[in-house]
């Protein structure tokens, strides 16, 4: 069991940084920000966050079998991004609040 744990998270943690560093331009960084005014043309905040949040929920559906991607990754992602965004909390708070996440559906896997 503890081997499996290991497994996903450790998975879990490197799509996450491959999702939030390297496939994250610093378009989309800086403008998935509702605080962002944009160049005229350029897509509105929420286009940017929803997509840096689909990246997240469809990168490791494959490696971790957890359904409902929805639910399971793009909301509770685009819901964390935006309460740094807003600065509600910085960026070490975002950062832990994706690894809790990943520990929940680990549990949820491992259980399942």
Not at 42 to 65: C, F, K, Q, V
């Amino acid at each position: 069991m503890t081997h499996g744990f290991m497994h996903l998270l450790w998975w879990l943690i490197v799509g996450h940084a491959l999702a939030d560093f390297v496939l994250q331009s610093g378009a989309m960084a800086v403008g998935k920000s509702p605080h962002h005014v944009g160049a005229p043309g350029e897509p509105p905040w929420y286009y940017w966050l929803t997509s840096h949040a689909l990246i997240h929920g469809r990168r490791g559906r494959h490696r971790d079998r957890i359904g409902g991607t929805w639910r399971g990754r793009v909301r509770p992602h685009w819901l964390i991004d935006i309460g740094k965004c807003e600065h509600y909390y910085g960026f070490n708070t975002d950062q832990s609040f994706h690894l809790v996440c990943k520990l929940i559906w680990i549990m949820i896997v491992l259980k399942g």
